[in-house]
């Protein structure tokens, strides 16, 4: 088996945060927010915060990855460099250097 290429790990899971959490506001926040709030209000429930259906995203994200990597090795490792990726993502959010538009 190859080497990791640790740096291309991380990057990828950089950029892919990026993404993901891009598209996820731009889903959630402009397309489909007056039609989500009116499904919930139909059920008598309240509308899913975006932090319910990250963690969704998250969980299906794993769910992915134990169904697609067969070695435990390499599943540690991938959803390791993903989790180090990714809270840096968040992390630059914090401290206000990487920004999502409001709407």
């Known amino acids: 088996m190859n080497r990791i290429q640790w740096g291309r790990v991380i990057a990828g ?3 892919a945060g990026v993404v993901l959490n891009l598209g996820e506001w731009l889903l ?4 489909l927010r007056e039609r989500m709030e009116a499904a919930a209000a139909a059920m008598g429930m309240e509308t899913p915060t975006s932090s319910d259906i990250a963690i969704f995203v998250a969980m ?6 134990l169904l697609l990597v067969r070695d435990r ?8 460099a993903f989790t180090v990726a990714h809270s840096l993502t968040l ?9 999502v538009p409001t709407v």
């Open 28 to 31: 959630h926040e402009v397309i």
């Open 91 to 99: 992390a630059l959010a914090t401290l206000g250097v990487a920004t």
């Open 13 to 15: 899971g950089l950029a």
């Open 60 to 65: 299906t994200f794993v769910l992915g990855l």
């Open 73 to 80: 090795w390499t599943l540690l490792k991938t959803i390791t």
